[in-house]
């Protein structure tokens, strides 16, 4: 089974920050991640699908990079609204996720 | 515009059997590339993956879930129905359905509401 990890577990940050969180693998998943955000009460959101594919009407400052077992996810300037918690997602499996809060 | 319903009982007692159906619109499963899978997250805690179905009846299984889960879809209905045995407290948690396109890969690009299920006695 492949095991997915997220760094760091909880980034206190302030708005306009540049903000990057770091999922690995167990093993190489080629590209195949994707990036969720999540809010309090509501479904994820998905923002990245194949490491670096902006979901449709996901804003520009959100960026994904990596391939094999490393990807990152980059959040170029921190808005009010980018506040909440990000999970990675291989085919079968999530990470444990990377809450973001206001520092 | 695709949307996604999941339902099924809020309150199950350990040991039973959960059902939980998902009742899509705005796209068919039958189409090439299309899947449905479920989700689940406890309260407080990560999202977990437990199994996803494919327009050509393909099924993926959570590896540490398989023996308890079964998925099914009814293309006519426009339905996808998870059944869970033997359920435990443990399994108290929101089951989301959600949407995977041949262009997102295994990501799920349009999410169900959720619902919340809890178990016990």
């Known amino acids: 089974d492949i095991q997915m990890t997220q760094s760091p577990s909880t980034l206190s940050a302030s708005v306009g920050d540049r903000v990057t969180i770091t999922c690995r693998a167990s093993?190489?998943?080629?590209?195949?991640l994707a990036w969720y955000q999540q809010k309090p009460g509501k479904a994820p959101k998905l923002l990245i699908y194949?490491?670096?594919s902006l979901e449709s009407g996901v804003p520009s400052r959100f960026s994904g990079s990596g391939s094999g077992t490393e990807f990152t996810l980059t959040i170029s300037s921190l808005q009010p609204d980018d506040f909440a918690t990000y999970y990675c997602?291989?085919?079968?499996?999530f990470g444990p996720g990377t809450k973001v809060d206001i520092k | 515009q695709i949307t996604l319903k999941e339902s099924g009982p809020t309150l199950v007692k350990p040991t039973q059997t959960l059902t939980l159906t998902c009742t899509f619109s705005?796209?068919?499963?039958?189409?090439?590339?299309?899947?449905v899978g479920w989700i689940r997250q406890p309260p407080g805690k990560a999202l977990e993956w437990l199994a996803l179905?494919?327009?050509?009846?393909?099924?993926r299984y959570s590896p540490s879930l398989k023996s308890r889960l079964t998925i099914t879809k009814d293309t006519s209905k426009n339905q996808v129905v998870l059944t869970m045995t033997n359920m435990d407290p443990v399994d108290t948690a929101t089951y989301y359905c959600?949407?995977?396109?041949?262009?997102?890969?295994?990501?799920?690009?349009?999410w169900g509401q959720g619902t919340m299920v809890t178990v016990s006695s």
């Open positions: 093993q190489s998943i080629s590209s195949w």
């Open positions: 997602q291989q085919s079968t499996a």
């Open positions: 705005g796209f068919s499963l039958s189409t090439s590339g299309v899947g």
């Open positions: 959600a949407h995977r396109s041949i262009l997102h890969r295994d990501a799920f690009d349009i």
């Open positions: 179905i494919y327009w050509d009846d393909d099924k």
């Open positions: 194949k490491a670096s």
